[in-house]
């Protein structure tokens, strides 16, 4: 066999295909082509239906107001249909960041340890930390690519259903999906499911570990969200109609009150044999609410994402502490 030739030994490596991604990019799209696959359909066929019924809405609408009456005198029962058809689909994707957790995040690490992939990666020319770095911008491009478009999506029918949309917005699906709220949601609980995932050995383990803690977080933080505003408060005299001009407000609180201003409960003296002298005794005057207007609402959606957001930072610091040096 003839020894090589000096032009041979010097010739430069062939160039790279042009096109595609590189480096690490390449690896990630080339080993998660699959769940890159099914959230692109996922998200494709989810936009396709979320336009489809805000097209068929206003159709209903145009198809009421055809005869000049206001659109929900003439169908009384079309307001009651559309903030179903709303919320029933804000429900479907308000779980979306659970599933994003428990299906994209916690498989993440725990598969790759599973399989063997993760101790490979420190036999490679690039760094532990730039590898983990790259799977954890991969994760959150892909939850930021799904959960955009939707809900931006369902705010805009949102947005054409009026009134129907505004119906005890506190906590209905229009809260949750609209805003920052479905990012930052997402983002929090794909952040707690890869760190589940760092710490279990097995995928499947990972996956309903997540799946349950992520339900838990998004419960916890919509019992606590009425806590990060202050409610308003109207008075008014008892038994008189309350004042116009609060529509799209949230109830949270009702009371009585004396002309000082001392509170009791709504139901004092209702059971009373005469609830007249009752109230008359205490000195009950007034009655009072207390709600949160619909122009809070955009406060009270980012300062709970903010909340998601910095447990997502938790999430992800206990995650790069735990694999930057610890065993994959």
Known sequence: ?????????????????????????????????FTLLFWTAATVAAAAWLVYQRSAMLDDLRAAGRDGRPVFEADPNL????????????????????LLGAFLGAPLIASDREQGTARL??????????????????????????????SLLYARWSRAAGPA??????????????????VASALCTTALGIAV???ARR????????????????????????????????VYPFGADG??????????DRWISTASGELYGWSTCV?????????????IVNSVQDYFGHDQMAGMQWATAGVFLALAAVFVTAFLLRTRRGAL
Request: with cysteine; hydrophobic share 45%; proline share 8%.
């Open 121 to 150: 990666v420190t036999t490679q020319s690039f760094t532990r930390t730039r590898w983990l770095l790259w799977k954890l911008g991969f994760a959150m491009v892909v939850v930021v690519a799904t959960t955009l478009p939707l």
């Open 271 to 283: 059971h009373d044999a005469e609830p007249e002298g009752c109230r008359a005794r205490l000195g």
């Open 79 to 98: 307001f009651h249909r559309i903030g179903e058809q709303l919320n029933s689909a804000g429900g479907m994707l308000g779980g979306l960041p659970v």
């Open 1 to 33: 066999m003839s020894a090589p030739t000096r032009e041979t030994a010097t010739r430069p490596a062939p160039a790279a295909r042009p096109g595609g991604p590189r480096g690490m990019a390449w690896l990630m799209v080339r080993q998660h082509r």
């Open 197 to 199: 995932g760092a710490l």
């Open 243 to 252: 004042p116009g001009g609060y529509n799209g407000s949230v109830e949270v």
């Open 165 to 182: 949309a505004l119906d005890n917005w506190l906590d209905s699906p229009v809260f949750d999906v609209t805003g920052p709220m479905l």
């Open 203 to 234: 995928a499947v383990i990972a996956t309903m570990l997540t799946f349950v803690a992520s339900g838990a977080l998004m419960t916890a933080i919509a019992y606590l969200r009425p806590g990060l505003a202050t409610p308003r408060r109207l």
